[in-house]
């Protein structure tokens, strides 16, 4: 007798395979997060790249308030799913290069075989790698999962060398804190390597301010098939008068910046018989400092907009729309003492409005709203302290202008001005140079008020202003002689 067994057979078959296929997943998933990725690596914000005693082997070990994975040598990640893109040729080369620079900075001094090393942002851990492959064995990698992560579990001056590729730095969201934490845990007489993307000199100069704990030693550029970077080599040094001694209210302008004025748009010589057309229009032209620089390494952006009137004027219709940011956040202030335009500001996030009129003291002060019913827009008149006139006018507060500049942002800020202040702008400029705050404006757009043409009135000049052009071409002029970004507003 004979029992009929096919479709039943094949079906058992089916299962089965399809069993041991999901084991099979269920296999390598676990040896990847066990072994590889680490149950610690997953539950907070830092994986670690480190020396255990095995080569190719990784562990998951818990250090402070941080989690960790520690890894040896990058080749041990080669078991992991991530194997085939560290066999890779371009993850081979990669090692070499590292190996090269590294064989570079030992030859150069930067760098000694006994040196405690932390590369950081080193997320496949060539890095790591090719420090053990030319003998440098205490050497450590951190990747950073967490934008919200920066404070490095490591004690103060731990390390000899700290690297960092152009994964790192370049991509860092918070680079104040980044360099805040080399400083911290870099030895003093410790070497700092950093590559970039970044080559102007203006990025370089920036890059030199945000890590003030270090003197600067040399930059070169790199370039090979597949790497155009630039290499910056610091050394930290000990603080012990707190830095050069000046006023507080000195400041020089770099030449570095002062170059870059030279490459703005031309100033507007010729007073414009339309004013308000021929200014407008010049925006056009304006080359704007983040266009022709990185504006990279810096600890804030900010832009300030002085005389801002509503929202929705300068600062959306022109900052946020046109002006190149680069991708960075920028915080917003916004100055104006109009009360009808206060109301409005409470719903916007991410500016914060200072209900005040910009000027060169703190006192109390008059001003006079032009409110034009037909066909006009609300503007704002000359303000004036309250004493100095016996015109009546709307009473505001009036802040020093340039005082709540310095404790508002630092050189390591990167800071935009706009200023339409009503012909104030002839009291704040010399106050800003007076305190020193100047300095701290990397690019201003001013729009100075004169007795221009009348747009109602053909021939007639305004008489709410007595400044002419030729004195608003010579306050440009003199901002840009000593070094200022300064650009013609409408």
Not at 159 to 183: H, M, P, R, W, Y
Not at 406 to 411: A, D, F
Request: with cysteine; hydrophobic share 35%.
């Amino acid at each position: 007798m004979e029992w009929y067994t096919g479709k039943p057979s094949l079906l058992k078959n089916l299962l089965v395979r399809l069993f041991l296929f999901c084991l099979t997943i269920i296999g390598i998933r676990f040896t990847y997060v066990v072994i590889i990725r680490g149950e610690s690596c997953d539950s907070d914000d830092f994986c670690f790249f480190s020396s255990p005693e095995k080569p190719n082997l990784v562990t998951g070990v818990k250090e402070s308030s941080s989690s960790a994975i520690i890894l040896s040598d990058a080749a041990s990640a080669l078991s992991s799913p991530e194997k085939t893109a560290l066999s890779t040729k371009d993850w081979k080369k990669s090692v070499d290069f590292y190996s090269s620079v590294f064989q570079d900075l030992i030859v150069d001094g930067y760098l000694l075989p006994n040196s405690k090393s932390l590369c950081l942002e080193t997320q496949m851990g060539q890095e790591v790698y090719a420090l053990k492959e030319i003998g440098v064995l205490d050497s450590i990698g951190i990747y950073n999962k967490s934008s919200k992560a920066n404070n490095h579990p490591f004690e103060n001056n731990t390390f000899d060398f700290i690297f960092s590729s152009n994964t790192g730095l370049d991509s860092s969201l918070k680079q104040g804190e980044f360099a805040a934490e080399v400083c911290r845990t870099l030895k003093p007489e410790g070497f700092l390597v950093v590559h970039t993307s970044s080559k102007d000199t203006y990025s370089l100069n920036s890059f030199i301010d945000l890590f003030n704990c270090c003197k600067f030693i040399r930059s070169r550029d790199l370039t090979t098939t597949t790497t155009n970077v630039r290499e910056i080599v610091m050394k930290k040094v000990n603080i012990l008068n707190g830095g050069e001694s000046s006023s507080v209210n000195e400041c020089s302008i770099p030449e570095y910046k002062k170059e870059l004025v030279k490459l703005s748009e031309p100033l507007i010589e010729e007073e414009p018989l339309k004013p308000w057309i021929t200014l407008k229009r010049n925006i056009k032209n304006v080359k704007y400092l983040s266009s022709m620089a990185d504006i990279n390494f810096k600890e804030r952006y900010v832009y300030v907009d002085v005389g801002a009137r509503s929202y929705g004027s300068s600062i959306v219709s022109w900052f946020k729309k046109q002006y190149p940011k680069q991708n960075k956040t920028f915080d917003i202030y916004a100055i104006e003492a109009d009360k009808a335009f206060h109301e409005e500001y409470r719903s916007k996030k991410g500016v914060t409005l200072l209900p005040y009129a910009a000027w060169v003291r703190n006192e109390s002060l008059f001003f006079e709203v032009n409110d034009v019913k037909k066909g006009g827009e609300r503007g704002m008149g000359r303000i004036k302290p309250v004493q100095s006139s016996s015109v009546g006018g709307n009473e505001i507060i009036g802040f020093d202008f340039a005082n709540w500049l310095k404790m508002t942002v630092t050189e390591k800020d990167f800071v935009v001005v706009k200023m339409d202040v009503e012909g104030t702008e002839f009291d704040l400029i010399p106050r800003l140079y007076e305190t020193g705050a100047i300095c701290l404006i990397d690019e201003i757009f001013l729009e100075c008020h004169y007795n221009r043409w009348q747009k109602c009135c053909p021939g007639q000049r305004s008489p709410k202003y007595e400044k002419t052009y030729g004195q608003c071409l010579e306050l440009f002029t003199s901002l840009r002689q000593s070094g200022i970004l300064v650009h013609q507003w409408w």
